[in-house]
């Protein structure tokens, strides 16, 4: 199971650190907490009570070897959790290994942008013959995931390859235009559950098919998701580290820390951190309360890989605003092992290298930056991952799902819904001339008629 490590975010280590006390007694409540983020029982749980729609996807196994390409065309919910399996769960240079290497999986692409240059760059060298995509949208309509459909469409249909054999839908059981364009055509769909919002269904057909086209233990992610239900919602702070998290960052929130940064020390595991962060910046940036009070709350999250990054962001964590607080991602076994050659071992400054595993220092630099920060009173806390599997992964997500869901509720605010990014999606629309959308084009224009351009 993975391993958490809390200390540096006390007072113990930390001069301006949390007490232990603060902590149980913040977590008094926790058993209401707990009872209302599960009552009723969110979608992102519900659905590990069965293997249904692990069952389901799995039926479409022998249609997915057909093909040597599997490409989503998705965007944030619809993209980031089957970027972070990806690059987590199979080598990095998966795409360029050999097809037997690759056990005949698939190799996986992910179209989440309308850049001309990262479209083509993709279409441009795929053979479309043995190419299948994904297509993913809850709403059913984003423009950017349309878009590229409508791209991806007509280049099959200049090749004349059936759109029923090249294409699958996952969206919503009803709404939206590719249900209606998949019952008139007679293309392949999986459904979304209602319940299950885009950030939270990654372990829903979203992020389960472009998986299992890949040969990821999609039953392993499963598994390890329940052990983090039941291991995440104990009502307990002693033996619940999503609720100790929840409840650190939420007391910090509180102190004007008003960011979390996600460092991993593992290039595979770098892409959770972007999953994180739109689940936590979508869940938690909300303007109203329950009450409908203005209160303009949540927490930036930025991710950061180490060690890069300690040679780029970690001076501003360690002396800059006091406004940070880091969550260091670490992995023991890389599975894979590289030893420094005895090389200039009569150089003093390169011979303690000598011999040393690249794992032993890439951790040993963790280790220096989480205690470098922690005496500059910068409040961090490291995750373990043993090794990077399906079981671990699955546990990972739940447990910021749960977290998540514990922080909203902490913050009063609802983490499921997502009103801030309307406007802009339907301005989005007026500029690019849909109908209906006029009026709504000429209020913008004209309040932001203002301008200073150089
Ligand atoms: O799956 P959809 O409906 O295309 O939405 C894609 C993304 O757009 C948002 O609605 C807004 O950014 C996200 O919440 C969602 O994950």
Redesign the pocket.
Known sequence: MLKYDFSFAFKETLESGLSFDELLEMGKNTSTILERINSPEPGFLRILSNDSILDEVKTLEDWLENFENFVVI???????GNQALHSSLNPLNWNNLSREKRMKKARIFVLDNVDPDMVSSILGELDLKTTVFNV???????A??MSNYLIARGLLDKLGLPASEHFIFT??SEK?VLREIADREKIRTLT?PDDV???F?VLTP?GLLSALAEGIDIYGLYEGARFGRERYLRDNVKSNPALVNALIHYAYMKKGYNISVMMPYSNRLYTLADWYR?LWA?SLGKKFDLNGRIVHTGQTPIKALGAIDQHSQVQLYNEGPKDKVITFIKLEDFGNQLTVPFIHSDVEALSYLNGVELAELLNAELRGTSIALASNGIPNLTITFPQIDAFHVGEFIVSYEIQTAIAGTLLRINPYD?PG??LG?KLTYAFMGRRGYEEIRDRYEEKTSWRFEL
């Open positions: 998705g965007i944030g919910g619809s993209a980031l993913i949208s809850k709403s059913g309509m984003t950017e995931c969206t919503d939206g979304i919002g885009g950030r269904s979203v739109q979508e997502q990014v309307e999606k």
